[in-house]
């Protein structure tokens, strides 16, 4: 796999248009078979054939949500650590929720606030600044019951990890890049740091939709607006792999974000400044190298003034 | 006047043959914005429209049409309102209950079927109809020796699909479990409710009572049962979370007392209660209008609105505008919040009925237990 100048494609949800196929083609990824990571689609992993026949490539799964259920059920000890850690994690991110909303709803309040104008302005400010410092320590404080983890059990001290680790790095030597797929994103994070796998993607050339290109930024945002238990508001829900720093990618925001409400969109794009909040939608088609956009196909990113706008090439 | 009866009246009392096409080719009852029309068609002395409305008459006459036998009143109802009813038809001094011959539409319940009365803008939500697309879980059977009870108690277990005996699973304990099943599509709604992602695969236990208007009338032993029969048996026969939040309780009518009742008797076991047209009945002075049925609950919530504890994190409530129980239900919701209960409580324009509690599945399920959607990006 390359090492350097690597491409990355990230695409909104294949469904109904998929677009995988002409992204990939004018991205110019280089000849040869590509690996998968779909353990985001859990017991459905590996169901790959309309993929394969859409980029007429050899793929090969990686198989992570089966090769870590398999590992599970032969190390309990594991499978108990793991357990734990995600209670720790839920935990965290329930308690977090809690104070999220009350800082959201004084944002939104602040936001909606007129009158002297640099008084405003300075209180929103602040109201924003709150958030991001929630938002910070909630991710310090994810990261460090997953430090603890990985502390415990790495490929190092594990040697079914290792064994795991080393097969895994084969195939990535063997293929020309990898397609990550959407699907579960806490999923997919779980399994991909389990095998090391966040920490290999920086040498890829990588395809990625939806939860797949969520996983690839700094942070990994969640959000739903329609759903049945009602609007929420958006949570970081930890780190990402970090091989797309800049960005928060946020999939299919036509169907799960209020896109008409300005002071929600508002407060997203402020929220998470510097980065750019980056809408894909189906259809979407956004290609990175190192130096930046290289191509932005129907991509939108959010405003600070609450509009969706056109996301341009460098 | 409906204008379709106008129309079919345009010329006098028409003929049996006018009429015989008029009644195969129109939908009954007939809807015309906020109005609904009632038809009945046959020999009667009287005929009655009956649908235990809380706020309408209990039995309506409806006029008869001219030399015609056909018999009509008009009533206005809401945008969205569903209703159930029956016609009351007297015939020779007597008088019989019956569906509505010209509507097809029924909803059925323990003691039999209704006619269903549809008003604009009512749609049956999809995710209560049968979805072939939508993993399909499993019902097993199971049997209880009741020390509480002194007997064998059966339940049906609902094993979601994809079930993994190394996952752990919330438990929800469903009351009337075989009516919920019967009458409110209560297996296809978690099949289509855990396949959409809106609430997590979970496991239910759908329970039953040989005499349930005494055990699920605020009655210690079922709480007892629950709490130390049921919950301990489930726990060893499926993975189920080791917590409160991940253990719900759900019931309609004097279900919904019994839920409250246990989870109130076993404090910091249930987390979650969904209570469907509650049976709260209370009185604030002298004694309880209601059967006596009720006298056992009416104690019951005296004492839990003097001293209400914590007997959930999370309630779900909903109740029928069209039901006489909506002032119990309403009066609850800022007692239970008082207590630091996070409460979610909707009204439906509908009555008590298994329809009523069928459609308010979605919202309660996934606002109690809720699912993956947020996490997945397709």
Redesign the interface.
């Known amino acids: 796999m390359s090492s350097a100048g690597q491409i990355r494609v990230l695409l909104g ?3 109904p248009q998929q677009n995988i196929a002409e992204a990939v083609a004018e991205a110019g990824l280089p000849a040869g078979p590509l690996a998968v990571i779909s353990a ?1 689609w859990q ?1 459905a992993e590996g169901d790959i054939d309309v993929i394969s026949k859409l980029l007429g490539r050899e793929l090969e799964d990686l198989y992570l949500y089966r090769r870590g ?1 398999e590992l ?2 032969n190390h309990p000890e594991l ?1 108990a650590a793991a ?1 734990l850690r995600q209670h720790k994690l839920m935990d965290r991110q329930r308690m977090y929720r809690i104070r999220l909303k009350q800082l959201s709803i004084a944002a939104r309040h602040m936001l909606k606030e007129n009158g002297d104008s640099e008084l405003v302005a300075s209180e929103q400010r602040h109201a924003i600044a709150q958030l991001r410092a929630l938002d910070r320590h909630h991710l310090h404080r994810s990261e460090s019951i997953w430090r603890d983890f990985c502390d415990a059990y790495n490929p190092d001290s594990y040697p079914e990890l290792a064994r795991q680790a080393q097969e895994l790095g084969e195939i990535f030597d063997r293929c020309a890049g990898v397609v990550i797929t ?6 997919l994070i779980n399994r991909m740091r389990l095998f090391g796998i966040d920490e290999q993607l920086e040498k890829c050339n990588i395809v990625a939709w ?2 797949g290109a ?1 996983a690839l930024a700094e942070r990994v945002v ?1 959000f ?1 607006d329609r ?4 609007r ?1 508001d958006a949570e970081v ?1 930890g780190a990402g792999c970090g091989v797309i720093p800049g960005y928060v990618f946020l ?2 925001t036509k169907q799960r974000l209020r896109t008409g409400d300005r002071l929600r969109v508002e407060l997203l794009s402020r929220r998470f400044s510097p980065d750019t909040c980056v809408a894909l939608d189906n259809g979407a088609a956004l290609r990175l190298d190192d130096s930046g956009v290289q191509q932005a196909n129907t991509v939108r990113r959010l405003n600070h003034d609450g509009r969706f706008v056109k996301l341009r090439a460098a | 006047m409906n204008p379709l009866l106008r129309k079919l009246f345009r010329k006098g009392a028409p003929e049996r043959a006018a009429i015989d096409a008029f009644v195969a080719e129109t939908e009954f009852p007939l809807v015309d914005g906020s109005d609904v029309t009632f038809v009945f068609r046959g020999a009667a002395e009287a005929v009655y429209l009956r649908c235990w409305i809380s706020g309408l008459d209990t039995a309506q006459p409806l006029q008869s049409l001219g030399d015609t036998e056909l018999w009509a009143t008009t009533i206005e109802l809401p945008k969205g309102s569903r209703i159930e009813y029956k016609f009351e038809v007297q015939t020779n001094g007597n008088r019989e209950l019956i569906v509505d011959p010209l509507n097809d539409v029924l909803a059925h319940d323990p003691f039999g079927a209704n006619s269903v009365c549809q008003a604009h803008g009512y749609e049956r939500p999809s995710w209560t109809l049968h979805d072939p697309g939508a993993r399909a879980g499993e019902l097993r059977t199971a049997q209880i020796k009741s020390r509480v009870f002194n007997g064998d108690r059966e339940l049906q277990v609902y094993v979601p699909a ?1 079930f993994r005996s ?1 996952r ?1 699973y919330p438990l929800l304990i469903v009351h009337d479990g075989a009516d919920y099943l019967r009458f409110a599509a209560l297996k296809d709604v978690l099949d289509n409710l855990i396949h959409a992602l ?1 609430i997590p695969p979970l496991i239910a236990a759908l329970i039953h009572s040989p005499d349930r208007l005494t055990e699920y009338g605020a009655d210690d032993r079922h709480a007892s049962f629950l709490s130390e029969e049921l919950l301990p048996f489930m726990s060893t026969s499926y993975p189920l979370i080791d917590e409160p939040r991940a253990r719900g309780i759900m019931g309609a009518s004097f279900g919904g007392v019994a839920s409250l009742h246990a989870a109130w008797r076993n404090p910091g076991q249930f987390g979650q209660l969904l209570l469907q047209s509650g049976s709260f009945a209370f009185s604030d002075i002298g004694r309880h209008q209601r059967g006596p049925a009720f006298d056992s609950v009416a104690e019951f919530m005296n004492e839990f609105r003097e001293q209400p504890g914590n007997p959930a994190d999370r309630i779900y409530m909903s109740c029928g505008i069209y039901e006489s129980l909506i002032y119990e239900n309403r009066s609850l919701v800022p007692r239970l919040q008082s207590q630091g209960i996070e409460v979610r409580f909707e009204e439906a324009r509908d009555a008590h009925n298994w329809e009523n509690w069928r459609d308010r599945l ?2 309660g399920l ?2 109690l237990f ?1 699912g ?7």
């Open positions: 949800p294949q469904s985001a017991e259920e599970m059920a499978e357990r959407g699907g579960n994103v806490a999923i939806s939860a969520m969640l739903h759903s049945p238990e009602g929420r829900l999939p299919n | 994809r190394n752990r809106e979605r919202n996934s606002w809720p993956p959607l947020w996490l997945v990006y397709e």
